[in-house]
Every structure is written in structure tokens, then in C-alpha cells.
């Protein structure tokens, strides 16, 4: 089964640090983008970040850059976030999911992981 | 706010046909980029719904389709049923600000 799982949320304090992860089973991660998304329960979604196939490039949202670093390990078919100096407003589910370039949409996505900073 | 911009609700009764605006600008939709559409359920993980302005991944009923023109995109429901019942979300590529966009999502209700 084509499937991306997400790990590693939690319950952080303000200024603290999370390491999330994303596990891809079922498909070669390094065919793909992967991207990270949040959503603040009961509200949008919001695009966090993305990594190309190779992890050549790299973008952060306003909201995170200089904070979050997406990375990669393409033999161990995983994604990571790196969160550091955590605000209130980064308490959101954290999702992660492939795209295969601009022109194709988010196809697969993982279930979520919950960060709550407090 | 967003910069894709949707109207955060409508509504529709079962069998009746809604469409779903995304308003962008020059450097999003209207550039050229890709136009994708998600739904997502109650307390689920969003899911494709359209790819590339209007192809529909495996398993989506033709019941839903997509267009564009301009620096604007929507999503067509018709024959609403309950299980359409959900938030939709549009998504593209903006060259300006270097970032990928969500629009802000629009919930959709079968009256």
C-alpha cells in the first residue's frame, strides 16, 4: 500500500524544538516533492514547506523560514521537518505529502501529526 | 487572508450543481500554474480531488470538474449527494512569492 506516516509530534514549550517525520512505504520516496503542510484545527490549510526529489531546493513559508528545515534521506525513505524556537502559532496538525512537480497535485498524504506548543 | 481567494461557504441541495471560485492573480493562476483541488472530510487528511486544473485521480467521479480563466479557477460539483458534504480547497504556485498557496477553503453544504 502507497502510504506516507507522519511522527514525531507532541507537546513542546515556547522556544523548544521538534523533529518531525515522514515515512513513505509502498513507493520510491526519491521519485518525489514532498512537501509539509499544518492546519490549526478548524481552520485551512496552510502550506509550511517542500523539498524536491533530490533535495536540491528547498522553500519555506514566510511563517517558518529560518525556523523549520525540511531535509531528506532517500535510503531510509524519509522526510524530516526541523522545528526550532516554537511559537503558540505553530500549534497545528502537521501533515506531510508527495507531489510529483508543479503540475501534479498532492496525491498522497499522510494522517497528521499533532504539535501543540504550550 | 489568502492569496487564493474562496468564498468560505455554499451550498446546495442533493442533485443540484455548485461551482467553487479560486481567485488568484498574474503570478499564480493567472501565469499559468497548475490549478489543484482538495477535499477533505471531517477529521480526515485532505485528498486529491482534481490535478492540474482538470484531471481526476483514479476513483473521483466525474461528477466533479475543473476549469480556469484568467487568475481564476473552479471546481464544478453537480448531482450534489450527502457525501460531497466537506471543505474544499484549491492550490497553486505562486512565482512572486516563491511559495506554494492554499486557498482558505470553502465548505460546502448539502442542504
Redesign the interface.
Same mark, same amino acid.
Given at each position: 500500500e502507497v502510504q506516507l506516516v507522519e511522527s514525531g509530534g507532541g507537546l513542546v514549550q515556547p522556544g523548544g524544538s521538534l523533529r518531525l517525520s515522514c515515512a513513505a512505504s509502498g513507493f520510491t520516496l526519491n521519485n518525489y516533492w514532498i512537501?509539509w #503542510?499544518r492546519q490549526v484545527p478548524g481552520k /485551512?490549510? #496552510?502550506?509550511v514547506s517542500?523539498i524536491k526529489s533530490d533535495g536540491s531546493d528547498t522553500?519555506?513559508?514566510?511563517s517558518v523560514k529560518g525556523r523549520f528545515t525540511i531535509s531528506r534521506e532517500n535510503s531510509k525513505n524519509t522526510v524530516f521537518l526541523q522545528m526550532n524556537s516554537l511559537t503558540g502559532e505553530d500549534t497545528a496538525v502537521y501533515?506531510c505529502?508527495r507531489k510529483a512537480g508543479?503540475?501534479? /497535485?498532492?496525491?498522497v498524504? /499522510?494522517?497528521?501529526t499533532t504539535v501543540i506548543v504550550s | 487572508q489568502s492569496v487564493l481567494t474562496q468564498p468560505p461557504s455554499v451550498s446546495g441541495a442533493p442533485g443540484q450543481r455548485v461551482t467553487i471560485s479560486c481567485a488568484g492573480s498574474s503570478s499564480n493562476i493567472g501565469a499559468g500554474y497548475a490549478v489543484h483541488w482538495y477535499q477533505q472530510l471531517p477529521g480526515t487528511a485532505p485528498k486529491l480531488l482534481m490535478s492540474g486544473n482538470n484531471n481526476r485521480p483514479s476513483g473521483v467521479p466525474d461528477r466533479f470538474s475543473g476549469s480556469r480563466s484568467g487568475t481564476s479557477a473552479s471546481l464544478a460539483i453537480t448531482g450534489l449527494q450527502a457525501e460531497d458534504e466537506a471543505d474544499y480547497y484549491c492550490q497553486s504556485y505562486d512565482s512572486r512569492l516563491s511559495v506554494l498557496l492554499f486557498g482558505g477553503g470553502t465548505k460546502l453544504t448539502v442542504l
Open positions: 512537501h #503542510v /485551512g490549510l #496552510v502550506w517542500r522553500i519555506y513559508a514566510d501533515y505529502a508543479h503540475d501534479y /497535485g498532492m496525491d498524504w /499522510g494522517q497528521g | -
